[in-house]
């Protein structure tokens, strides 16, 4: 593999490890972090990556059909959303719970790490991810991610309910020579970037919006499958207000077999 070949595939890499990133805007004011909001430890954890940054990054107007329950359960519960995702065959990545806010991930593309909800707020999250990114050949990417997400639902004229997203990411990429070339790369790197973003809500719109059209037969999907876990998927039944009946009378049954 030549030089030439190796440079082009580390800067591809970069690109990937920034999906949580889109177009530039910096008048977005509702994306700034809170930071007097944050404890100390917080802030300084997030500085860490917005004063070294390499990449800075909004995507604006995002729209998802979804109704506020529904949108509000799966953000809440990232790990139930990816089994979701995996089981109707939209996504590929997994996620697992570590702690109480602290999920780990693997997107199944060869970046894994952890993310943490270090605030939230009425339609606003604000995380942090640190994770690695490892291809044959190539060189492993360590690197850290601030994402600030702010969301607002809107009903329209049709009475249909959308999600309004707007994204913003910084990227820091905590190995020397790969930050050097990523800044090089930043003006090619940028659009591919701004698709990515994009493909990312496109397939979290595709679950949201089973759920607004058919949400029994999305339920009925995922109770089916053994992957998916049962408490989550009853609070969940509770956002997508079907098989309500249907489901009193299951558990009924249960506790009338276990008492026998």
């Keep these: 593999m030549t030089t030439r070949r190796r440079l082009y595939g580390t800067l ?25 909001r944050l404890d ?13 940054a390499i990449f800075f990054r909004d995507v604006l107007g995002i729209t998802v059909k979804s109704r506020q329950p529904v949108f509000d359960f799966l953000i809440e519960h990232p790990d139930f959303a990816a089994t979701a995702g ?30 943490e909800l270090i605030d939230a707020a009425p339609g606003k999250r604000i995380y942090l991810a640190r994770g690695t990114f490892v291809k044959r050949f190539l060189p ?39 930050g050097v070339l990523a800044r090089i790369a930043k003006p090619v790197v940028g659009p591919i970037v701004d698709k990515k973003v994009l493909r990312t809500f496109a397939a979290a719109a595709k679950l949201t919006e089973q759920a607004y059209h058919d949400p029994a037969a999305l339920y009925h999907t995922l109770g089916a499958s053994r992957e998916i876990n049962k408490r989550d ?28």
């Design 12 to 36: 591809a890499l970069v690109a990937l490890m920034v999906e949580a990133s889109g177009a530039a805007d910096l008048s977005r004011q509702s994306l700034d972090i809170p930071w007097k």
């Design 40 to 52: 100390v430890a917080a802030q300084q954890r997030l500085r860490e990556v917005t004063e070294q």
């Design 86 to 115: 995996r089981i109707l065959g939209i996504v590929k990545y997994r996620i697992i719970q570590e702690r109480d806010g602290v999920f780990w991930g693997d997107d199944a593309h060869g970046a894994t790490g952890t993310f």
């Design 140 to 178: 492993t990417i360590r690197g850290r991610i601030v994402l600030v997400m702010v969301y607002e639902h809107r009903t329209d004229q049709t009475d249909e309910s959308r999600v309004i997203n707007d994204v913003r990411g910084y990227l820091r990429i905590d190995n020397p020579v790969l």
């Design 233 to 260: 998927l009853r609070e969940f039944r509770k956002a997508l207000r079907c098989c309500a009946e249907e489901a009193d009378k299951s558990e009924s049954l249960k506790l009338t077999w276990g008492n026998i």
